[in-house]
């Protein structure tokens, strides 16, 4: 065997290797979500409380998500946090950008969200049920705060952590720089809003889950911390459901 035999061989168990390690990963999230098959929900809530709080399922799994991530990094980092961004690294930073950032997703909720629905006159109320207070704070401060949280130290914080050490490399595209493990992430990110078990996907969903996944990755990588992906995560899903609450009431009470 020569030598240009030796290294394709070996580029192709580093890239066999990277790809097992990444789908590892992958399973590990939805290890978490396999608890979804244990049912707890619904031995602790009739299936009356289930369907008018449909949200008590929505937390079930990001619960397990948060739980899952925070104990594989605890274990592998013997205590090392901050390695994984659960830190306030460079936190002025990160706020200054986050404040653009709103800024322009909040444009993209009016031209996505809003628009469309005073057009049409009504809004898709989807599995966010009955609109009582009680239900508008629980699903409010799931998509304000507990999303962000969750998701982000599942894939920013332990997933792109340990995938910046299997796909080390970057692309420079257009004076843009975007490294091999934030198209990894993103692409698990996407992945785990299809829903495996009806096999349904909702583009428009993905097509958000990709863009908005750079964004965290990227400034994951930027600033070295999970703040400015958390309360990005946050806003995003926040301004998106206020929205909707916002626009049920409006065009409820013009009818």
Request: proline residues 3%; hydrophobic residues 50%; contains cysteine.
């Amino acid at each position: 065997m020569n030598d240009q035999t030796t290294i394709k061989e070996n580029a192709k168990r580093s890239t066999l290797a990277r790809l097992a390690s990444t789908v590892l990963l992958f399973l590990f999230f939805w290890a978490s979500q396999a608890t979804y098959f244990l049912h707890l929900p619904s031995r602790l809530f009739s299936q009356q409380t289930l369907i008018q709080y449909q949200w008590i399922g929505v937390y079930e799994g990001h619960i397990w998500e948060l739980l899952f991530a925070l104990a594989f990094i605890g274990i592998v980092s013997k205590g090392q946090w901050s390695d994984y961004g659960l830190n306030l690294k460079n936190w002025k930073l990160s706020l200054r950008i986050l404040w653009k950032f709103s800024i322009v997703f909040t444009f993209i909720v009016i031209a996505w969200n809003v628009v469309p629905a005073v057009m049409r006159g009504s809004v898709d109320f989807g599995t966010l049920g009955p609109a009582t207070p009680f239900n508008v704070a629980a699903w409010m401060f799931f998509e304000w705060i507990f999303v962000g949280f969750s998701e982000e130290v599942m894939f920013r914080g332990l997933l792109h952590t340990r995938l910046l050490r299997v796909w080390p490399g970057k692309w420079c595209i257009a004076g843009f720089t975007l490294s091999h493990a934030t198209l990894a992430t993103t692409i698990l990110f996407c992945l785990a809003h299809v829903d495996p078990i009806h096999l349904h996907i909702y583009w428009p969903q993905l097509l958000f889950a990709f863009g908005l996944g750079i964004y965290y990755s990227t400034l994951r990588e930027k600033t070295g911390s999970l703040l400015n992906p958390i309360l990005a995560h946050g806003i995003s899903d926040g301004l998106s459901i206020t929205a909707i609450y916002i626009l049920h009431a409006v065009l409820h009470g013009a009818h």
